[in-house]
């Protein structure tokens, strides 16, 4: 079994920082891409920030230069750096990793953090 903990959720100011870390354990062979969503309340789960294996990385507009991720395949973490946080970051943040494991191809998802930021 598979498992995402993520961890550095929090409450912040706008215009602060915070860093999200994601590591995956479990009977891994492979991990390919990895990333983070978020969910607001009342609103659908959304791409934030995904990268690949290789190291491509993919933003929608409304995080583009002031999110970046970035991963460790040696320990099979992922990270999310979020400056210039604005109040509309607000959101339960979910790490995703699409993992070989037990010659099955799975995606698998954390339980989600809360990052909340005031204005």
């Known amino acids: 079994q598979v498992q995402l903990v993520e961890s550095g959720g929090g409450v912040v100011q706008a215009g602060g920082s915070l860093r999200l870390s994601c590591a995956a354990s479990?009977?891994?062979?492979?991990?390919?891409?990895m990333g983070w969503y978020r969910q607001a309340p009342g609103k659908q789960r959304e791409l934030v920030a995904r990268i690949t294996d290789g190291g491509r990385t993919t933003y929608p507009d409304s995080v583009k230069g002031r999110f970046t991720v970035s991963r460790d395949n040696a320990k099979n973490t992922v990270y999310l750096q979020m400056n210039s946080l604005k109040p509309e970051d607000t959101a339960v943040y979910y790490c995703n990793a699409d993992v070989w494991a037990n010659i099955k191809f799975m995606t698998v998802w954390g339980q989600g953090t809360q990052v909340t930021v005031s204005s």
């Open positions: 479990g009977s891994i062979f492979s991990i390919s891409a």
